[in-house]
């Protein structure tokens, strides 16, 4: 069983709260898990211990601590309207260049962990953090990128040279708020690298993989892309 933590990340001009789980091993390679739309929640913790039991040392940064600090939503219809609220306060409020410089700050706080020890480390994100987890992998250096359905990734594909870890990308075949346009944008723009796989999984909604909130949940989509993850992340870390 992992063993779950809290610690502040530091940056120029404050700190920010994060949840860290290490592996009953005590020690593995490093996952940045960047949240949703609900903060720290209770899908977040959940998802960080599973990486965890599977023997990698993971961080979950506070994303919207420049705004709320502790912010979580409920898995509920009014929690969706909160979370959604809280993320264009974020993208309207926070400027991009602070965003970079705190996930670059958790990314760093996050291989100093003496539980990595060096290792190689990978960002994954979900929804909000699954454009977020992207940023990453275009501004920063992880060795792997797992994200999933991330609604802005379509429109930074001019970064994508960028990106020079193996990536897996995740996507819902009738997501509502990603179309299928932009799925096959992302598709084509890394149809050349053999490091990189776009996933689409048929009649599957909008975070999909969060089972806590009945609404999005599609348990046949994460028996799929949940296995896939797991074996991405070994092979691109510890292979």
């Known amino acids: 069983m992992s063993v779950d933590r809290t610690e502040r990340v530091e940056v120029e001009d404050g700190s920010f709260g994060s949840f860290v789980t290490v592996p009953e091993g005590g020690s593995g390679p490093g996952v940045l898990l960047l949240h949703e739309i609900f903060g720290i929640a209770e899908f977040a913790k959940a998802k960080a211990r599973e990486l965890a039991d599977a023997g990698n040392v993971v961080l979950v ?17 009014d929690g969706i309207q909160q979370g959604m609220a809280m993320a264009n306060r974020f993208f309207g409020e926070v400027p991009p260049e602070r965003t970079a410089a705190d996930l670059g700050a958790a990314l760093q706080h996050l291989r100093g962990l003496p539980e990595v020890g060096g290792r190689k480390v990978a960002t994954v994100g979900y929804c909000l953090g699954g454009t977020l987890a992207y940023a990453v992998a275009t501004a920063a250096d992880p060795d792997a990128l797992v994200s999933y359905y991330g609604s802005g990734v379509a429109g930074a594909l001019d ?18 708020f990603i179309s299928g346009e932009d799925i096959t944008k992302v598709g084509e723009r890394f149809a050349g ?27 046949a989509a994460t028996a799929e892309s ?11 870390l510890e292979g």
């Open 61 to 77: 940064p506070d994303l919207f601590w420049r705004i709320q600090p502790g912010f979580v939503a409920p898995d509920t219809e």
């Open 159 to 176: 970064r994508a040279d960028a990106v020079r870890c193996p990536a897996l990308f995740h996507f819902g075949g009738s997501d509502p």
């Open 193 to 219: 690298r053999p490091d990189v796989d776009v996933v689409v999984h048929a009649g599957a909604g909008h975070a999909f993989e969060n089972l806590f909130h009945p609404k999005f949940a599609n348990p």
């Open 226 to 236: 949940w296995p896939r993850t797991l074996r991405f992340l070994a092979q691109t």
